[in-house]
């Protein structure tokens, strides 16, 4: 892996994640508890309807034979994701109607379509291996986000701020995107997206229910929390998911997008990356444990700090989580291991028995204790023991075997 292509997408990400969490406390305190944990689920769900709407054809991107097919790929995932668009919005539209969603969430099926164009583009950059475009992206998408929340929510508060300055930050991020993208993009379906999609068609068959189900039992417990305990403790979870989490999405997943290219490279000419793959999760391990028992140690003393007294049980959460959290990190940069090597099954069916798992450790923790602790505990010792299990299929993917 090269170390600049590292310290270019890891630099601009730090910066993309310093901003949001320098405005995190504004954001909490002007919106409380309550309107907080509102926003949280609007987040989550953002992040989750986005990752797959355009089916997971941007992970095709990648992995695409040559330039032509990158662009016609990216091109494909756009017009999946106006046609989730529409439905989403038909459906968002009749369950406030119905007063099942109360207004805000109008705004959703806005913050999806941006969210995941994003992520389309991002791949289509670095399939190019333009590591800085894509990390002044990151800054462009945080920085106006992180502005508009400021002035909107803290300021003015006015609460739909907070949702504003996510769309908002997305449309300037897609912008610069297209701007300097190598290929005009465009928006219309021809007959060679037609073909592309076919050639494709692996991963809307296999990703694509994997993701899904990837994102429904890792966010299960906040919507859990939400359902069962009331928004404050889905917003208590949440933000030990964000605090604890950066890491992951700062070091680890742009160790990933390198390792991704450098991996791919060695299997098409070895039939094997073992090597970049030991390596790459040591150090991820490394780095994770000494970071989060530092976090452990400090954790309420920093939320009381960062966010203040009546914040103080997300610190709780987080070192419930610690477990998990160490583990997600050390595994993040090598998630992209079945794509590569083609084996998206396996990686449906460790989806599969994550989901079970979950909802099986969370049925039995609400049975049985019925509180928020055990919820938490429970979301640990589950999503703990999945990414256990992943570590061992992808170890044998990447030994070729």
Not at 117 to 146: D, E
Request: net charge positive.
């Amino acid at each position: 892996m090269k170390l600049r292509n590292i310290i270019s997408l890891t630099g601009g990400t730090v910066v993309a994640q310093i901003l949001p969490f320098v405005v995190l406390p504004f954001l909490t305190l002007g919106l409380g508890q309550e309107s907080f944990g509102r926003f949280s689920l609007f987040f989550v769900s953002t992040m989750m309807l986005g990752s797959i709407s355009s089916l997971r054809y941007e992970y095709a991107i990648n992995a695409s034979k040559n330039k032509q097919e990158s662009w016609l790929l990216t091109v494909l995932t756009i017009d999946l994701n106006l046609i989730f668009f529409v439905v989403l919005g038909l459906i968002v539209t009749t369950l406030i109607y119905f007063e099942v969603l109360s207004p805000e969430w109008l705004l959703l099926p806005f913050s999806v379509l941006l969210f995941s164009i994003n992520q389309g583009l991002q791949s289509y950059v670095n399939y190019h291996s333009m590591f800085k475009h894509m990390a002044i992206a990151r800054i462009i998408n945080s920085g106006i986000c992180s502005i508009l929340q400021l002035v909107i929510v803290y300021f003015l508060s006015i609460d739909i701020g907070a949702y504003l300055g996510m769309i908002i930050g997305f449309v300037f991020a897609n912008i610069y995107i297209c701007i300097i993208a190598p290929k005009k993009i465009s928006l219309f379906l021809n007959k060679k997206v037609l073909f592309i999609q076919k050639k494709y068609s692996e991963y809307p068959k296999y990703i694509f229910p994997g993701t899904a189900i990837n994102y429904f039992s890792s966010n299960m417990p906040i919507y859990f929390l939400s359902i069962f305990y009331g928004n404050v403790y889905a917003g208590y979870y949440s933000l030990a998911i964000r605090i604890a989490g950066a890491p992951t999405v700062i070091i680890g997943r742009s160790i990933g997008e390198v390792f991704r290219v450098t991996a791919l490279k060695d299997y098409l000419e070895k039939g094997s990356f073992r090597e970049v793959f030991l390596k790459t999760i040591s150090y991820s391990f490394i780095i994770g444990l000494v970071g989060f028992v530092f976090l452990f140690l400090f954790s309420d003393l920093l939320i009381s700090l960062y966010l203040g007294a009546e914040w103080l049980n997300v610190s709780s959460y987080i070192k419930i989580l610690l477990p998990m959290f160490i583990l997600q990190f050390s595994l993040a940069p090598i998630t992209y291991t079945m794509m590569i090597t083609g084996a998206q099954h396996k990686d449906f069916v460790w989806q599969v028995f994550r989901l079970l798992l979950v909802s099986m450790s969370l049925l039995a923790a609400y049975l049985i204790y019925d509180n928020d602790i055990s919820i938490t505990i429970a979301s640990m010792i589950s999503l703990s023991a999945s990414f256990l299990v992943y570590y061992l299929i992808a170890y044998n993917e990447a030994s070729g075997k």
